[in-house]
């Protein structure tokens, strides 16, 4: 003891290191690496090798600065929750992900992404997707660019996420049903991957979130940050104390969050990741190597994947993004669990306070900070940054059939 | 450091003797307790000339593999296999075939390098095929096998570069994998031409068996294929016949086929 520090800010603030370049090796702690077969390592450092030369050239940065500008209509609105925040006694600002052209965050990677492809010279974009968000996306890239999309979702994802099956085929993707395991994210995944093997002279593998093999949880991540950087400035300009107490994002493979946590990692802010209580794989899971990236996910006695049970089909899933693992190990990210019962009882407060209708995902961050308000975790007067990572359009069905 | 007695018979004498002899190698694949009688489905192996077994260890998230080692996998995690439970019958099992075991990295590294090969080992296992480790990461599981006297076979495809390909043919033990395309397991109407080349290539960095894999289901497919490679490993031609109900002895009939057609093929 005896060293004086600033009140309120964590001891360790390893911000130089955090949230930066994993290096060639794709390392976060001990997360992350590159666990493919042999036959797409090949495919994976070429992906890495033209990230790395994309994000250092002005011209990409400009072209993409321009499509999320005039395409994706960012920057998204920093809004605060006026009457939820008078009803809590907290400040709680969202980040309007749900803005974004097609309703979700997952725009903003995937227009990296699809530049990314078309530089490379491919054609064919491959994507998995669970709620049909990051499918959406990627048919919606596609369509721009003039690439074609095959998105691979499992059946019982296509049942309940209908709506953005039409979407997508309306876009001009294939969208390939998986029947193999519990039929949902998970599932998908591995066939999108094992579809690549097949055909990477031609295709490229645009992944939806901050998971798979190297370079993909941090070219994801960067893709991601302008979430982060936005509020960042957002929450200066609206904040007397510029940087809010709590940064909270909800987390399935965890994009939004890691995208919103990059532009506060640095700073005093609390981070909390908000989990599936049915697919925890922190607070539930163990340490994993899965879909081609060492993290944690949830697992039985003899390390076999569980199938995640989650209302929200985009956070149905085991594992988590690697460097996700890392913050949490460091202590830097708080990981938290909301069951499908909070969730949608979020989901009926905000449409009701703000006439906000959030994602069933997007509602596990927000029905995490009605809880923790409730039960004085949050204290009176704390200053709350949510990201509303998608809107609620898509989850009718789902809510028709709870009501 | 863990001492364990030996048992089983190595992969690479008995391969390397055996090719040297003029004869080419076929190493049949099962799923590890994919039905209750699975350690029979061996034996039939066995007897009906396999060069060496490979047995996979299911995972739940089987990424090279196609849908029918999938649902041979799912067949065999839901009748309640295990790693500990395969590795106990193949202890009981003592044929006189090198026993192979493929499986992901996630079971090995949940069990640590050193465990994981020590009971491998004391299986009467010696050769190990984790397809989803690459060579960047190999090093602690090379050494561990090393020591426990397990080959760790690598996997080579022909995607990689010249520099990979050698390092792979020179880091593998037992023998080099090589898989035949850009595809995952399962059976295919034909061989690519550049199957053999690959095989070819690679024979160059290693005096190694080289033996093809991946979509190898036919004796022509077979003797096609061990024009230049080795000999062939053959999963899910078997593991489709016996998810559609083949006994023991249909699939050692099976294989019998495929080793009576490399015998004549090259007598």
Redesign the interface.
């Known amino acids: 003891m005896g060293a004086i520090t600033a009140a309120g800010l964590p001891a360790l603030l390893p911000a130089a290191g955090l949230m930066h370049d994993p290096g060639a090796?794709g390392r976060f702690g001990d997360y992350g690496?590159?666990?493919?077969?042999?036959?797409?390592?090949?495919?994976c450092a070429e992906v890495e090798e033209a990230f790395r030369a994309a994000w250092a050239d002005a011209g990409f940065r400009r072209d993409l600065d321009r499509l999320l500008t005039v395409y994706a209509g960012r920057p998204t609105a920093l809004t605060p929750a006026w009457n939820l925040s008078a009803e809590l006694g907290v400040t709680v600002l969202l980040k309007r992900e749900d803005l974004a052209h097609t309703g979700s965050h997952k725009i903003n990677n995937v227009l990296g992404q699809a530049l990314l492809a078309r530089r490379m010279g491919r054609t064919r974009l491959l994507a998995e997707t669970g709620a049909g968000q990051h499918g959406v996306a990627t048919a919606t890239a596609a369509a721009l660019l003039g690439l074609s999309a095959t998105v691979f979702m499992g059946q019982k994802d296509m049942a309940r996420q209908a709506l953005n099956v039409h979407r997508m085929r309306l876009l001009g993707a294939e969208v390939v049903e998986v029947t193999?395991?519990s039929r949902t994210l998970?599932d998908a995944t591995?066939e999108a991957?094992?579809h690549w093997?097949?055909?990477?002279d031609e295709a490229y593998y645009c992944l939806g979130s901050v998971m798979g093999p190297h370079p993909y949880p941090w070219m994801v991540r960067e893709f991601q940050r302008v979430i982060g950087e936005e509020a960042r400035a957002q929450c200066a300009a609206e904040l007397p104390a510029a940087i809010p107490d709590y940064v909270v994002a909800c987390v399935g493979g965890g994009s939004n969050a890691a995208g919103t946590f990059a532009g506060f990692a640095g700073t005093a802010a609390q981070l909390v990741g908000v989990e599936a209580a049915g697919g925890a794989a922190i607070s539930g899971g163990?340490?994993?190597?899965?879909?081609?990236h060492?993290s944690y996910a949830i697992q039985d006695e003899?390390?076999?994947?569980l199938e995640a049970e989650s209302v929200a089909a985009g956070l149905d899933y085991p594992g988590i993004g690697p460097e996700h693992a890392h913050l949490h190990d460091l202590g830097r990210a708080r990981y938290v669990t909301v069951t499908d019962d909070e969730v949608i009882d979020a989901v009926r407060r905000l449409a009701r306070s703000e006439g906000i209708l959030p994602a069933l995902e997007s509602a596990h961050a927000i029905a995490w900070v009605l809880r923790a308000a409730r039960d004085g975790e949050l204290p009176l007067g704390a200053t709350v940054l949510v990201t509303l990572s998608g809107r609620g359009d898509k989850d009718m069905t789902t809510l028709m059939e709870i009501s | 450091m863990t001492t364990t007695t030996v048992t089983g018979t190595a992969v690479e004498p008995r391969l390397r003797a055996r090719r040297d002899a003029g004869r080419k190698l076929l190493v049949p694949y099962l799923t590890g307790g994919v039905s209750a009688d699975w350690t029979d489905h061996l034996r039939a192996y066995a007897a009906a000339g396999a060069d060496a077994v490979e047995i996979g260890l299911p995972f739940s998230e089987p990424m090279v593999d196609g849908p029918t080692v999938q649902e041979a996998s799912e067949r065999a995690l839901h009748r309640g296999a295990t790693v500990r439970g395969i590795l106990a019958d193949l202890r009981e099992v003592r044929l006189d075939v090198p026993l192979i075991v493929m499986t992901y990295y996630h079971l090995v590294a949940r069990e640590g390098h050193a465990a994981f090969c020590a009971a491998l080992a004391d299986a009467g296992v010696r050769g190990v095929i984790v397809p989803d480790l690459p060579l960047e990461e190999l090093a602690g599981l090379e050494q561990a096998a090393a020591e426990a006297a397990v080959d760790l076979i690598l996997v080579a495809a022909p995607s990689g570069t010249p520099s990979r390909q050698r390092e792979i043919a020179r880091r593998s033990r037992g023998f080099v994998y090589a898989v035949s395309a850009m595809v995952t397991t399962g059976e295919r109407a034909e061989l690519p031409a550049s199957a053999g080349e690959f095989a070819a290539r690679l024979k160059e960095h290693t005096d190694l068996p080289v033996l093809l894999g991946f979509g190898i289901s036919t004796a022509e497919q077979a003797v096609a294929g061990t024009s230049a490679a080795d000999g062939v490993v053959v999963g899910s031609a078997l593991m489709r016949r016996l998810l559609d109900g083949a006994t023991p002895a249909d699939l050692g009939a099976q294989v019998a086929m495929l080793r009576d057609a490399l015998d004549a093929a090259y007598r």
Do not use: D
């Open positions: 090796t690496g590159r666990y493919v077969p042999e036959a797409l390592i090949p495919a193999s395991g998970k591995s991957m094992r093997v097949t055909c990477v163990q340490v994993a190597v899965m879909h081609g060492r003899h390390g076999q994947i």
